[in-house]
């Protein structure tokens, strides 16, 4: 087998890989949405705005904490700042 076919099955092995990661990922950002539909909906009753500035700080700081890498702090930021965005925009049910 040559070189560039062994690149060809690790490449398409990858991909199926990203592919299931992929499937989790959606399945992961629909069970959130949930759960922030939920909150969203007792925020009231407890005197609370939609939004907490404090609560996106504190989202953020333990991403940090849990980053390995190679994703640094900022690509975390970038990423779960397009996920609360979206999450506030996702309409209710």
């Given amino acids: 087998m040559t ?3 062994q ?17 989790q990922l ?3 950002l629909n069970e959130r949405a949930h759960h922030s539909l939920a909150i969203r909906a ?4 407890c005197g ?5 500035p404090a609560r ?12 390995e890498g190679p994703l640094r702090a900022g690509d975390l930021d970038e990423i779960y700042g397009t996920i609360l965005k ?6 209710s049910a």
Avoid: N, T, Y
């Fill in 3 to 5: 070189s560039s076919s």
């Fill in 7 to 23: 690149a060809q099955l690790q490449i398409a092995e990858h991909r199926r890989a990203i592919d299931a990661l992929d499937e």
């Fill in 26 to 28: 959606v399945a992961l």
């Fill in 42 to 45: 007792l925020k009231p009753a």
């Fill in 48 to 52: 609370m705005q939609v939004f907490d």
């Fill in 56 to 67: 996106e700080d504190q989202i953020k700081q333990r991403l940090h904490a849990l980053g």
């Fill in 86 to 91: 979206v999450m506030k925009e996702v309409p």
